[in-house]
Nanobody, 122 residues
């Protein structure tokens, strides 16, 4: 089992920045690729970003490329999502998840956190 706890969400004005963190415990964190997903009210959960177990490979949704950066610190068992130039359409509940391979597909992720709310005001 891997337990994931997200933090760092909040209310920010459009154009601002937030840094989300996801702390992992349980099985060896460095064995897993990590991803961030988000779900806005009335919408399906969507992929945001993913990073391989060593951090050498990353993937991003087109909607966040150039604005968001995913990173990880295996010594601290933590994955981060730096979000810059935030837009109102980025408002959502953000989840981190763990998978055996780097992937954009939510069904490939075995473990999920409870989410942290990000609200971007216009």
């Amino acid at each position: 089992q891997v337990q994931l706890v997200e933090s760092g969400g909040g209310l920010v004005q459009a154009g601002g920045s937030l840094r989300l963190s996801c702390a992992a415990s349980g099985r060896t964190f460095s064995n897993y690729a990590m991803g961030w997903f988000r779900q806005a009210p009335g919408k399906e959960r969507e992929f945001v970003a993913a990073i391989s177990w060593r951090g050498g490979n990353t993937a991003y949704a087109d909607s966040v490329k150039g604005r968001f950066t995913i990173s990880r610190d295996n010594a601290e068992n933590t994955v981060y999502l730096q979000m810059n130039s935030l837009k109102p359409e980025d408002t959502a509940l953000y989840y981190c998840a763990a998978a055996s391979i780097i992937t954009t597909m939510s069904y490939n992720y075995d473990y999920w956190g409870q989410g942290t709310q990000v609200t971007v005001s216009s």
